[in-house]
């Protein structure tokens, strides 16, 4: 097989994941010892554990003034909404787009436009189906506030889901990021909140499938392109 083919299969891993590879491993050899037929569906469980942490590198386009996809995944809500009080972006609607990620999404979370990390707000909640819309408001979650260079903010929200249990954001206050740099992961089926900025203009629709880092969410500017 040449590098390239090899490439197309084989994923860098995400350092989070190779303990979860390793304990999926250790119960696969478990599963040969008692019978033959269970350890091969461990290779595939474990084959599938690292395939869920895996971490792609991602090429973000050059244009000014747009905002890519902090997830790979399905855009499940389009709408105005009231951001979480603990962003701080006031009680007015913001467009919001939600994007759900499945199990078996790859799970990397990327800043949609560069900024500089205002705030990194935890909440505790409930783990319903991360694709219902009350899941915004009732589940764990973990939001950023991101200002913009022209004053402007917006929000990312990290939501933890029915499967997810374990939210992870290793970015903090006051750092600044480039559009497409990694901020966090969310384990195991999830969904991403992104709350638009003053001015801006989606670029998506339900249903359209997400790759973090590089399809574009919305128009910074507020041009609306033609599809």
């Known amino acids: 097989m040449s590098v390239s083919m090899l490439s197309t299969f084989v994923k860098p891993m995400h350092p989070e994941g190779r303990r979860f590879v390793a304990i999926a491993a250790a119960i696969t050899l478990l599963l040969f010892l008692l019978w033959e037929p269970l350890g091969w569906i461990g290779v595939g469980l474990t084959v599938w554990v690292y395939y869920f942490f895996r971490d792609p ?78 899941a915004s408001a009732d589940n764990e979650r973990n939001g950023l506030t991101v200002a913009l260079p022209d004053g402007r903010r917006y929000g990312v929200v990290q939501i933890a889901g029915l499967v997810a249990r374990r939210i992870l954001c290793w970015s903090t206050e ?54």
């Open 57 to 134: 590198e991602r090429v973000s386009p050059e244009r000014p003034d747009i905002m890519v996809s902090p997830a790979d995944g399905i855009v499940s809500l389009l709408e105005p909404a009231v951001p979480p009080a603990e962003l701080g972006l006031g009680e007015a609607e913001m467009m919001r787009v939600s994007v759900f990620m499945s199990v078996f999404n790859c799970h990397v979370n990327r800043l949609p436009t560069a900024g500089r990390i205002e705030k990194v707000a935890y909440r505790p909640g409930k783990f319903l189906n991360a694709s219902l819309d009350k």
């Open 174 to 227: 006051g750092q600044d990021l480039a559009r497409g740099e990694r901020f966090g992961l969310i384990r195991f089926g999830s969904r991403l909140d992104i709350y638009l900025p003053e001015g801006s203009t989606p670029q998506v629709r339900i249903g359209q499938t997400m790759v973090a880092g590089e399809t574009v969410i919305a128009d910074l500017a507020g041009t609306v392109h033609e599809a």
